[in-house]
């Protein structure tokens, strides 16, 4: 079995960002408290991912430091852009380089292939998937043929005509995506972006998005868009049946209610 955890939306913001949004001081506090308990678990996972908007401004002073909260986590780490990051001040603080490309790649992590794609569009809230990377994911598909895909990208494909057209990539993007993953064995495509817990199943892979480290969206509100407390993470493990997904609250504070200990636990039937 293959654990790792899926992190998503940290959406961190240093002091001197300029940042106007008052929901965001908490969010380092948040991210370094999720490094120590993906640190303190008795299994560790294989290797951790944050799929996009690392940091709501995309300065360099917000990627710093989330780079020196991160330091100290245990497992590997997988990065991807969103549309809140900026790649100019990503490319520089992570790779110590000045460009403004796309961030793309892929490795082999706890047997699975994980191949990671760039949705960011800039100055936009929906995401798309470009020329260069359909090109780039055409061959990492080819590369390890005997591993089962995971796909990263923080817009998830969307998954029909009348879906609001921000809260994914493109229907062209989504619909050769689709062409493209047809008879790879894909275990899941891991996004987040619109802040709730969700797992669609979209050509037979799930999607698996996390509400992040930042808000949530009040599922009631069916008119507006109403953001309400709430954050989370992902706890995913690959089987070769298939896969599992456990979303750990973390805000508002659980209120524990009761302890049944293990002994006990373990004599039930």
């Excluded at 120590?36 to 940091?55: E, K, Y």
Aim: charged share 20%; with cysteine.
């Amino acid at each position: 079995m293959t654990r790792f955890i899926h992190l998503t939306d940290l959406h961190v913001s240093h002091s001197n960002s300029g940042d106007p949004s008052a929901n965001v001081a908490d969010n380092a506090p948040m991210l370094e408290k999720v490094v120590a308990i993906i640190n303190a678990m008795d299994r560790q996972p294989d290797f951790v991912v944050a799929s996009g908007d690392l940091t709501n401004m995309g300065d360099p002073d917000s990627y710093a430091m989330l780079r020196d909260i991160l330091a100290p986590l245990a497992p590997p780490l997988v990065l991807a852009l969103g549309n809140h990051d900026k790649r100019e001040g990503f490319h520089q603080v992570f790779e110590g380089t000045s460009s403004d490309a796309p961030f793309f790649h892929d490795r082999v992590l706890g047997g699975l292939h994980v191949v990671t794609l760039d949705t960011l569009v800039p100055g936009r809230v929906a995401g798309t998937i470009g020329a260069a990377q359909f090109d780039y994911l055409a061959l990492a598909l080819g590369r390890h043929a005997d591993l089962p895909k995971l796909i990263v990208m923080h817009h998830p494909p969307r998954i029909d005509d009348g879906g609001l057209p921000w809260g994914s990539i493109d229907m062209d993007s989504t619909n050769r995506l689709a062409q493209m993953l047809r008879g790879h064995a894909v275990a899941a495509i891991l996004s987040g972006h619109i802040h709730i817990d969700q797992v669609n199943h979209w050509n037979g892979i799930p999607i698996v998005v996390a509400k992040g480290l930042n808000s949530t969206v009040d599922l009631l509100e069916t008119h507006d868009l109403r953001l309400i407390e709430g954050r989370s993470f992902g706890i995913c493990d690959w089987r070769p049946t298939g896969l599992s997904v456990s979303f750990v609250p973390l805000s508002p504070e659980p209120r524990e209610l009761g302890v049944i200990d293990r002994a006990r636990l373990l004599a039930f039937s």
